[in-house]
């Protein structure tokens, strides 16, 4: 059974960082490319982030680049969203999310299988 488990939420002043985290099982983690994305309060799934299956790739949302580092350790089966100078508009539930093959197409959100979500807050 695919699970991904994120974790690393929380609230965070504006300007401050966090670290979310994804635990995935029940499949080759190092042979697909991942996917970090969210959704805002009353808004639709947005976007944030890719990295192929070797973690030699990434993409980001313009909303984020710049501020949004994404990272796997295939020999820990994780995937990461470092997040930094949070701004009010980067609260959300962040979800991970596995895509099919080896490799993303930035902006596609055809996955096969998410996370259950992690809440980020910022609010001072």
């Known amino acids: 059974e695919v699970q991904l488990v994120e974790s690393g939420g929380g609230l965070v002043q504006p300007g401050g960082s966090l670290r979310l985290s994804c635990a995935a099982s029940g499949f080759t983690f190092s042979s697909y490319a991942m996917s970090w994305v969210r959704q805002a309060p009353g808004k639709g799934l947005e976007w944030v982030s890719a990295i192929n299956s070797a973690g030699v790739s990434t993409s980001y949302a313009d909303s984020v680049k710049g501020r949004f580092t994404i990272s796997r350790d295939n020999a820990k089966n994780t995937l990461y969203l470092q997040m930094n100078s949070l701004k009010a508009e980067d609260t959300a539930v962040y979800y991970c999310?596995?895509?099919?093959?080896?490799?993303?197409?930035?902006?596609?959100?055809?996955?096969?299988?998410w996370g259950q979500g992690t809440q980020v807050t910022v609010s001072s």
């Open positions: 999310a596995k895509y099919s093959g080896t490799y993303y197409i930035r902006g596609k959100t055809e996955y096969d299988y």
